[in-house]
Each structure stands twice: as structure tokens, then as C-alpha cells.
């Protein structure tokens, strides 16, 4: 056997067991390092391909405009490969975390995630990141050992990367201020290949390529659901020089994203960022409204990258950056701007539909079909995880694998299997 897992080295910046994977693979053509075949996994996955019926913010039959899971996570990739490359990561590992950190999302976005995590409270809850990872390395159908799934068996490094909570409920490190993340990203029952990829990871701190994934999700969708918000016409731009409505924003943000900055650091944010020239102040809906919206929405993100690599080269110098050999440095004015943007977005978007009756009805449909799967024996769940019930010791288990089963649905599949399984259609 070669050397290197894959037949030769994937990069030489990192070891060999970066390179490795849980199962051992035969070697294979030269013609593609480990990273990259573990992009090509990614891009070949049941799970990404689901993305594009899952909602973002908005459902997508409610509009064809706005963007899905899968848009998302392909604007995520795009920004995450660039600055990882940059810095010196490999791109193909954090471009396949990019495209892999949403695929552990249910259907219906957050309030589908709180409505599974009800559902799951008495087997250890329900998180999205977690789901995500045991998707990665048990649910997907691509490697099997011993008759059981190891998922997509994608290379330590690469798995590492998808890590944006590495830890298990509870177990988050304490903050300065004597506070925890609720978030996590590993249930129990998947222990064993988590202790797996973290071995010689120090304890709750994310590799480089974790961060910059981290980090391109923030700047996409703080960018990209503005944008969304101004082109479909439910944020009108002129309304952000008004100090009331202003000072609303800044309480929603705050009440969303928590007090890593304050108010003053969220409102000095938005004077800068509306005194720049490409600062969208009106939308028509013409031409050139969008060239220039989405001129904006390129010159942030060029914006936020280049301050971020700037203040982390003056970390870490002009090294390549990657695992566990730097931490990326996030200047607190674009920590700023970033959130101010988030907070846009909640005032105008997701805060109001908190309480509109659909949210409702989400929930509702996600719990039917819990009930309803739960009482079917088994029946009624697709044929891989109808063979996961049959193998479960106990009640706690079979629960486990209607979550997994309820998780794997889109939008689209939701409402059909509730017409179907519950005898009625819902208005989704």
C-alpha cells in the first residue's frame, strides 16, 4: 500500500492522519487527492441534493426567487474556498464543508429544527449540526462496514471541518463570562467516529477550516437574505435612516445574536456601512437597482474577507494556516457589520413570521408525522430507515431513526407525506 491513503499525498500541509479515513479504502487512481475526492462525495450526496427543497428563510414554494438550502450552501462553498485558499487551507476541504454544514437541516429551517428537537427531547434533543455529522458518517449511503453504513467515509480533515460545535450537549466550553453554547454538534450514539476525527484536536476548539466555514456562512446569509428581503419587497431601504426604526432593529438583533456587540457597535456599523457608495438607499426593482444590489451585496463580502485575512496574517504571518496552527481573527468592526446585517434581516423577515399561522402549521405537520410514524411498526419509513427501526433495541432507539427519517424530508416530501399518512393537505 501507498504511503497516502489515496495513493499520494492530498497536500502536503497536511499529515497523513488528516488524510486517513474511518474505513480504510483501497487505494485508487492517481487522478484525485483524498480532499478532492471528498468534495466530489459531497457534491454526489442524497443529502446536498435535498438542500434545494429545504427552506433558507423563505419556503420555496412561496417564491422562486429566494433562496434555498442548497443556493445557500453553494454561496457558502464559493466564499469559503476562496478565503481558505488564501490563507492557505486547503480548498477542497473547506469547500466540502461548506457545502455539507446545512445538510443535517430538516425540513421548514429553524422551526422545523425546534419542532424535531420537541420531538426528540426525551432521547437527548435535536440539533441540526449534530444531524448533520451523523449524516456525514452514518446515514448516507456511500461506504459500509460489516453490513453497517459509515456514511460518506470522508477523510479526518475534511470531517473535522464540518465541526462548528465540536461537542457533545452540555459539554460546550465555558466563555469568558461564564456562559455555554447551547449548540452542539455530536448526539451519543455517535460517539465513537467523533472521538474518531477530533483525536489530537484540542478540546472544543475548531480547526482553521471550521472557522472559515464558520465565518462564509455568516457572510452569505447576512448579505444574502437582505438582498433577498429588498428584491422581493419586504425590506423597503429608505426606512433604515429612521433613529425609531432603527433602534428597533438593533433590539432585534440583540435579542437574536446575543451581546457579543453592543448597540453602539451595531449602530456605528450601520452609518458605515450606509456611507459607502455602493450602499443600496432605494430599490425600484429596475435594471440597474439590481446591478447595484447586487454590487452591494459583492463588495461586503469583499469587504469582511479582506479585513479578515488582513487581522489574521497580522496574527499568524504569511504562513500556510491550517488544522490546529492558527485561529482566524475576526476584527470586531466586521464582527459588527456582519451582525447588524443578521439583525436586518430578523426585524424585517424572520422576526414577523414567528407569528404568522404557517409556523403553526409547520410544527403541526412534523409532529402528526412523528405520531404517525411512530405507530406504524415500521411500515411507513423509506426502506433504509425501516430496516434502522427493525434493528432497534428499545423505544428510545426506534424514536432516534423516525427523527433521522423526518429530518431526511423536504419541504415538499413533508406535506406530501402528512396528506398521505395523516389525511389531510397542509397549506404549506
Given at each position: 500500500?501507498?504511503?497516502?491513503?489515496?495513493?499520494?499525498?492530498?497536500?502536503?500541509a497536511y499529515?497523513?492522519?488528516?488524510?486517513?479515513?474511518?474505513?480504510?479504502?483501497?487505494?485508487?487512481?492517481?487522478?484525485?487527492?483524498?480532499?478532492?475526492?471528498?468534495?466530489a462525495?459531497?457534491?454526489?450526496?442524497?443529502g446536498?441534493r435535498?438542500?434545494?427543497?429545504?427552506?433558507?428563510?423563505l419556503?420555496?414554494s412561496q417564491?422562486?426567487?429566494?433562496?434555498?438550502?442548497?443556493?445557500?450552501?453553494?454561496?457558502?462553498?464559493?466564499?469559503?474556498?476562496?478565503?481558505?485558499?488564501?490563507?492557505?487551507?486547503?480548498?477542497?476541504?473547506?469547500?466540502?464543508?461548506?457545502?455539507?454544514?446545512?445538510?443535517?437541516?430538516?425540513?421548514?429551517g429553524?422551526?422545523?429544527?425546534?419542532?424535531?428537537?420537541?420531538?426528540?427531547?426525551?432521547?437527548?434533543?435535536?440539533?441540526?449540526?449534530?444531524?448533520?455529522?451523523?449524516?456525514?458518517?452514518r446515514?448516507?449511503?456511500?461506504?459500509?462496514?460489516?453490513?453497517?453504513?459509515?456514511?460518506?467515509?470522508?477523510?479526518?480533515?475534511?470531517?473535522?471541518?464540518?465541526?462548528?460545535?465540536?461537542?457533545?450537549?452540555?459539554?460546550?466550553?465555558?466563555?469568558?463570562?461564564?456562559?455555554?453554547?447551547?449548540?452542539?454538534?455530536?448526539?451519543?450514539?455517535?460517539?465513537?467516529?467523533?472521538?474518531?476525527?477530533?483525536?489530537?484536536?484540542?478540546?472544543?476548539?475548531r480547526?482553521?477550516?471550521?472557522?472559515?466555514?464558520?465565518?462564509?456562512?455568516?457572510?452569505?446569509?447576512?448579505?444574502?437574505?437582505?438582498?433577498?428581503?429588498?428584491?422581493?419587497?419586504?425590506?423597503?431601504?429608505?426606512l433604515?435612516?429612521?433613529?425609531?426604526?432603527?433602534?428597533?432593529?438593533?433590539?432585534?438583533?440583540?435579542?437574536?445574536?446575543?451581546?457579543?456587540?453592543?448597540?453602539?457597535?451595531?449602530?456605528?456599523?450601520?452609518?458605515?456601512?450606509?456611507?459607502?457608495?455602493?450602499?443600496?438607499?432605494?430599490?425600484?426593482?429596475?435594471?440597474?437597482?439590481?446591478?447595484?444590489?447586487?454590487?452591494?451585496?459583492?463588495?461586503?463580502?469583499?469587504?469582511?474577507?479582506?479585513?479578515?485575512?488582513?487581522?489574521?496574517?497580522?496574527?499568524?504571518?504569511?504562513?500556510?494556516?491550517?488544522?490546529?496552527?492558527?485561529?482566524?481573527?475576526i476584527?470586531?468592526?466586521?464582527?459588527a457589520?456582519i451582525?447588524?446585517?443578521?439583525?436586518i434581516s430578523?426585524?424585517?423577515?424572520?422576526?414577523?413570521?414567528?407569528?404568522?399561522?404557517?409556523?403553526?402549521?409547520?410544527?403541526?405537520?412534523l409532529?402528526?408525522?412523528?405520531?404517525?410514524?411512530?405507530?406504524?411498526?415500521?411500515?411507513?419509513?423509506?426502506?433504509?430507515?425501516?430496516?434502522?427501526?427493525?434493528?432497534?433495541?428499545?423505544?428510545?432507539?426506534?424514536?432516534?431513526?423516525?427523527?433521522?427519517?423526518?429530518?431526511?424530508?423536504?419541504d415538499?416530501?413533508?406535506?406530501?407525506?402528512?396528506?398521505?399518512?395523516?389525511?389531510?393537505f397542509?397549506?404549506?
Amino acid at each position: 500500500m501507498s504511503e497516502y491513503p489515496e495513493g499520494r499525498s492530498a497536500d502536503p500541509a497536511y499529515d497523513l492522519p488528516s488524510q486517513r479515513r474511518f474505513l480504510d479504502e483501497p487505494p485508487k487512481s492517481l487522478a484525485r487527492t483524498a480532499f478532492e475526492r471528498d468534495r466530489a462525495r459531497m457534491l454526489h450526496s442524497a443529502g446536498l441534493r435535498r438542500l434545494g427543497a429545504k427552506t433558507q428563510v423563505l419556503g420555496p414554494s412561496q417564491d422562486d426567487f429566494v433562496r434555498t438550502r442548497l443556493t445557500h450552501s453553494l454561496e457558502v462553498a464559493q466564499i469559503g474556498r476562496e478565503l481558505g485558499k488564501i490563507l492557505g487551507c486547503n480548498p477542497d476541504v473547506v469547500e466540502t464543508a461548506c457545502l455539507a454544514h446545512d445538510i443535517g437541516h430538516p425540513p421548514f429551517g429553524h422551526n422545523g429544527e425546534r419542532a424535531l428537537n420537541e420531538v426528540a427531547r426525551s432521547i437527548g434533543g435535536f440539533e441540526g449540526n449534530a444531524q448533520t455529522l451523523r449524516l456525514l458518517t452514518r446515514l448516507e449511503a456511500k461506504a459500509l462496514s460489516n453490513d453497517r453504513s459509515v456514511g460518506l467515509n470522508l477523510t479526518r480533515a475534511s470531517l473535522d471541518a464540518t465541526c462548528k460545535y465540536p461537542w457533545a450537549a452540555g459539554a460546550a466550553p465555558v466563555r469568558p463570562d461564564g456562559s455555554q453554547s447551547t449548540k452542539y454538534g455530536v448526539y451519543q450514539e455517535d460517539a465513537e467516529v467523533f472521538g474518531w476525527l477530533r483525536t489530537g484536536a484540542p478540546y472544543g476548539q475548531r480547526c482553521i477550516e471550521a472557522q472559515v466555514m464558520d465565518l462564509s456562512d455568516d457572510v452569505a446569509y447576512s448579505v444574502h437574505d437582505v438582498e433577498d428581503a429588498i428584491a422581493s419587497g419586504r425590506l423597503d431601504p429608505r426606512l433604515l435612516v429612521d433613529d425609531r426604526l432603527i433602534a428597533r432593529v438593533i433590539e432585534d438583533t440583540l435579542a437574536w445574536y446575543g451581546s457579543a456587540v453592543t448597540a453602539d457597535d451595531l449602530a456605528q456599523a450601520l452609518q458605515r456601512l450606509a456611507a459607502e457608495p455602493y450602499w443600496v438607499s432605494e430599490f425600484t426593482g429596475s435594471r440597474s437597482d439590481l446591478a447595484q444590489l447586487k454590487n452591494m451585496t459583492s463588495q461586503l463580502i469583499g469587504r469582511w474577507c479582506a479585513n479578515v485575512e488582513e487581522a489574521t496574517r497580522a496574527a499568524h504571518g504569511e504562513g500556510r494556516l491550517v488544522r490546529y496552527n492558527a485561529s482566524l481573527v475576526i476584527p470586531d468592526e466586521t464582527l459588527a457589520e456582519i451582525t447588524m446585517m443578521k439583525g436586518i434581516s430578523v426585524h424585517f423577515v424572520m422576526a414577523p413570521r414567528e407569528a404568522e399561522p404557517l409556523y403553526l402549521t409547520q410544527r403541526t405537520t412534523l409532529f402528526d408525522l412523528a405520531d404517525a410514524l411512530m405507530n406504524s411498526n415500521g411500515a411507513d419509513l423509506e426502506p433504509a430507515f425501516a430496516a434502522d427501526w427493525h434493528a432497534a433495541s428499545g423505544e428510545s432507539e426506534r424514536l432516534r431513526v423516525v427523527v433521522d427519517q423526518l429530518a431526511s424530508l423536504t419541504d415538499t416530501s413533508a406535506r406530501q407525506w402528512h396528506a398521505r399518512l395523516c389525511g389531510m393537505f397542509s397549506e404549506l
